[in-house]
């Protein structure tokens, strides 16, 4: 299978320490994205990557966020001295950078909860 | 900048009947694609279909179809013959076509729940 994967799935982490969540986009797509769900809610543009180069980062990327993709493969999402606030589905995308669709491909997800 | 609305937070249907979900966007971009993604409990999104804002017909896929009127702001998904697998979040979301990103907004989404 050759879709976006995330790793964990899940994560219970208590307030106040770090947690990284890695993302696996399909293999020939150059543009990555990260976003976050709350409960509720539709997903919310976090950050994206062309390449290796970070693009655009959302103003919800607080300085606690950080967000790599040293090779223009693999991406890391860290997130520093966790909040409460901080709990939610944190999902992956990617995409093709050639064809009208520019269709972006999801990941399962990463679900972090903070206590 | 980019909003999406839906204002169905969620909807009953009986299986075997067509289901419309409303969304109406706004935007300043003068070219942008519509999308609707489907979410299932295990919490993936799932691409159904795309409109682009100038294509001149609607878009079809399987049992899916966009609802597109333009002057209103609409892009509406209707779900024909519905099936129990159907149940789920839906999400409508939008998309600047230009050649720099294409990050997605998305709208508050409504939930389906098909009942046999």
């Known amino acids: 299978d050759t879709g976006v994967s995330q790793d964990p799935r899940h994560k219970i982490t208590k307030r106040g320490q770090n947690v990284t969540f890695r993302c696996d986009p399909i293999s020939e797509h150059n543009r990555l994205y990260w976003y976050r769900q709350t409960l509720g809610q539709g997903p919310e543009f976090l950050t994206y990557?062309?390449?290796?180069?970070?693009?655009?980062k959302s103003r919800l990327l607080s300085d606690r966020f950080s967000a790599e993709r040293p090779k223009g493969s693999f991406s890391t999402l860290e997130i520093q001295r966790t909040e409460q606030g901080d709990s939610a589905m944190y999902l992956c995308?990617?995409?093709?950078?050639?064809?009208?669709?520019?269709?972006?491909?999801f990941g399962p997800g990463t679900r972090l909860t903070v206590t | 900048a980019q909003k999406i609305t839906q204002t169905q937070p969620g909807m009953f249907v009986q299986e075997k009947e067509a289901v419309t979900l409303d969304c109406t966007y706004d935007?300043?971009?003068?070219?942008?694609?519509l999308f609707w993604y489907k979410q299932p409990s295990s919490g993936e999104m799932i691409f159904l279909i795309y409109?682009?804002?100038?294509?001149?017909q609607n878009a079809t896929e399987g049992r899916y179809s966009l609802n597109f009127q333009k002057a209103r702001k609409s892009a509406n998904l209707v779900i024909s013959a519905s099936q129990l697998g159907d149940s789920a979040m839906y999400f409508c979301?939008?998309?600047?076509?230009?050649?720099?990103?294409?990050?997605?907004?998305f709208g508050g989404g409504t939930r389906v729940l098909v009942k046999p």
């Open positions: 979301a939008m998309r600047p076509i230009k050649a720099a990103g294409n990050k997605l907004t």
């Open positions: 935007t300043s971009d003068p070219s942008y694609g």
């Open positions: 995308a990617s995409s093709a950078q050639m064809g009208s669709l520019l269709e972006q491909y």
């Open positions: 990557f062309q390449n290796e180069a970070q693009l655009e």
């Open positions: 409109q682009g804002s100038y294509d001149q």
